[in-house]
């Protein structure tokens, strides 16, 4: 299984909650509306370190706590809150995470994606300092 890799423009403050939104598509480009998933889970982790951040590791975001997925069209939503927005290394301005999207469908193991969103975390102490 192949990871697609998409960075997100701009920069997000610490300790704010953000929303990261898509649709999921097979391989056919139809979309895989929620019955159709069997397992979709989220990691975050810092792209530098490979730290995980908030222990967000494999967890399921089906339609539970932070994810949230349409019955019809495939699009997704996840929320990050403000434990996940934090900063690892407090000397630096910035830092690259990660957000790990893995889901499998039709109930077969090999029809299943990856997908890191890649997104920039702004220190706000350095910024206000």
Do not use: C, W
Not at 92 to 98: A, D, G, M, N, P
Request: aromatic share 6%; charged share 25%.
């Amino acid at each position: 299984m192949a990871v697609a890799r998409v960075t997100l423009p701009g920069e997000f403050a610490e300790e704010n909650t953000m929303r990261i939104r898509g649709r999921f598509l097979d391989d056919l480009g139809q979309p895989i509306p929620l019955v159709g998933l069997d397992s979709l889970t989220l990691t975050l982790y810092s792209d530098a370190t490979k730290a995980i951040i908030n222990g967000v590791e494999n967890t399921d975001i089906r339609n539970v706590g932070r994810g949230i997925v349409s019955d019809l069209d495939g699009t997704f939503s996840v929320k990050l809150g403000v434990d996940d927005m934090i900063i690892l290394d407090d000397s630096l301005t910035t830092e690259t995470h990660v957000a790990l999207i893995i889901g499998t469908y039709n109930g077969v193991p090999e029809d299943g994606f990856s997908r890191e969103v890649v997104f920039k975390v702004r220190n706000l102490a350095k910024v206000l300092a």
